[in-house]
């Protein structure tokens, strides 16, 4: 097998960007769980969004949430690991639009203490009348950080935390899109403490959509969107 030093293999894998075909792109591509997920984020998020990457990782999805919220939206970004915010800060200016995200070197479990304490994100804490939140569209891509130590990822416990406060973030009509991995290197017990929570939200809140890769063998990723009702 191949070596993928610089983990861009892996990352394409991830994010669904590798191109295999002989001219031009592979087939698969629009099927990868981000770009599934990213489908329902486009169709979600527009100008002036409020909008929260949980995991930045490589910062895919941190850049498509800047581009799709413009100049008046605001993205918050989190990640623990060093190297996962300054990639995406590097991806954020090359782009052009760093200044529509701030980014938060905590776990995504401290989400609404970190907002509390940005002036420029602390909108995303406010809620109308009726319990809504202001929240767009929250990403969560767990797992590991392609290209780095498949040590450092995301976990049940802390994991749990953060939808929570996710949820309780959204707008009428907001989404948390979700990429689920198991097996190898991730194990089960996040996919399945995840899973167990999204069966139990209040069906007049929430609605929970899981999509599977059916007929994939080797514990295929989970893609999910969460939509407050
Ligand atoms: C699969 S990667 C995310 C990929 C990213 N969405 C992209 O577009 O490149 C998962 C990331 O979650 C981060 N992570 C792990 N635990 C975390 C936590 N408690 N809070 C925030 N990020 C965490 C990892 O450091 C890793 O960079």
């Not at 030093?5 to 590798?18: D, I, V």
């Not at 060093?82 to 954020?92: G, H, I, M, P, V």
């Amino acid at each position: 097998m191949r070596t993928d030093p610089s983990g861009r293999r892996e990352e394409a894998l991830q994010t669904g960007l590798l191109f295999v075909g002989k001219k031009g792109k592979d087939k698969m591509e629009n099927y990868q769980i981000t770009q599934w997920c990213r489908r329902f984020i486009r169709e979600q998020v527009s100008e002036g969004d409020y909008c929260i990457d949980a995991t930045c990782g490589n910062g895919h999805d941190t850049l498509l949430l800047c581009e799709l919220a413009g100049r008046k939206g605001m993205t918050a970004g989190f990640d623990i690991q060093r190297q996962a915010l300054e990639k995406t800060r590097e991806r954020l200016k090359e782009a052009g639009v760093e200044e529509r995200a701030e980014l938060f070197g905590c776990g995504h479990e401290k989400m609404k203490e970190a907002l509390a304490g940005s002036e420029r994100c602390r909108g995303m804490l406010e809620k109308t009348e009726d319990g809504y939140g202001s929240v767009s569209c929250v990403v969560f891509n767990f797992g590991y950080l392609p290209g780095g130590s498949h040590d450092i990822a995301t976990r049940a416990e802390t994991s749990l935390e953060a939808l929570r406060q996710g949820m309780d973030l959204l707008k009428k009509g907001g989404i948390i899109s979700l990429c689920i991995y198991s097996g190898k290197d991730s194990g089960f017990e996040e996919k399945d403490a995840v899973m167990e929570y999204l069966k139990t939200l209040d069906s007049k809140k929430y609605l929970v959509i899981m999509s599977s890769y059916y007929n994939r063998p080797n514990h295929p990723p989970v893609p999910g969107l969460v939509i407050r009702l």
